[in-house]
């Protein structure tokens, strides 16, 4: 047997497990107490994901066990099977990852987890390294519920660090805690500004492009892009505890102007 830690986790400490003569399997240990505290039921909800996935045709990890509290592993963790391949970027197929995700937003899902924002509200302040008129404007843009779109089932968190691939395919989807009911759009989003993030911001446009003809119609509203760059603020203000595995220097004016540019442009959208 064999166990090698799994690098990128922020909520959780990863492993890969691989075994002789058997499937591999991967433990998620949710052992961070900061954010035990901020939802104690992160181990359960991925678990009733995973069960929920299992009767889908989406490839997500079949669910092995589970620990919601900790009594048992000493933190809360959750044990699944591990996906064949590996992860890839840039993806090398946006059409395949963007059918993914219209095949996820179908599911018929009765979760009891609803959509929130990661900062609300009133809990978001104009970044001082910022452009004061331009973060002013976009905080005030989303100050509202957002557009009238469909609400359905949503990753949360879809980017291209959490799909995982064996050659051309797409072998799994990762990381399920976020899980829930609410706007298509902030998964599309994610997508666009993680890809962006990393360099590679035509990925983006295709995989855009592409759902758009596949997925639910409406979902791509630029509301959800200032909502998801402005959700992700933490990682590029600096603060150093929250940047530590994020993609370049959360204090890189670069990464900053990147990010500045595409609040403009979600702006110019509306």
């Not at 992160?42 to 990890?61: C, F, I, K, N």
């Not at 987890?113 to 001082?128: A, D, E, I, Q």
């Not at 799909?163 to 706007?183: N, Y």
Request: net charge negative; with cysteine.
């Amino acid at each position: 047997m064999r166990i090698t830690p799994l690098h990128g986790g922020i909520t959780a400490s990863v492993w890969r497990v691989d075994f002789d003569r058997r499937p591999s399997l991967v433990l998620k240990y949710f052992d961070d107490a900061g954010f035990v505290a901020e939802d104690p039921g992160r181990a359960g909800h991925e678990a009733s994901v995973l069960e929920l996935l299992a009767t889908t045709p989406v490839p997500a990890p079949e669910l092995i066990a589970f620990d919601g509290d900790g009594s048992a592993a000493g933190a809360p963790a959750v044990l699944m099977t591990a996906a064949a391949g590996q992860r890839a970027v840039p993806v090398p197929d946006p059409g395949a990852a963007a059918a993914l995700l219209a095949g996820i937003h179908r599911i018929d899902a009765a979760v009891p987890w609803t959509f929130h924002r990661y900062n609300p509200v009133g809990s978001v302040g104009v970044p001082p390294w910022g452009d004061a008129r331009l973060w002013s404007e976009a905080i005030a843009a989303i100050s509202g519920p957002g557009p009238g779109t469909v609400r359905c089932f949503i990753h949360r968190d879809f980017h291209h660090h959490n799909i995982v691939w064996d050659g051309p395919e797409v072998s799994g989807v990762v990381d399920w805690l976020s899980a829930c009911l609410g706007p298509p759009g902030i998964d599309i989003a994610r997508f666009r500004l993680n890809t962006l993030i990393d360099g590679h911001p035509h990925v983006g446009d295709e995989f855009a492009a592409a759902y758009l003809s596949v997925g639910v119609e409406g979902a791509g509203h630029p509301f959800w892009d200032l909502v998801d760059g402005i959700d992700l603020l933490p990682w590029y203000v600096g603060d150093a505890e929250m940047v530590a595995d994020w993609p370049g220097d959360g204090a890189d004016p670069g990464l900053r102007a990147l990010i500045e540019g595409w609040i403009a442009g979600a702006l110019g959208g509306l």
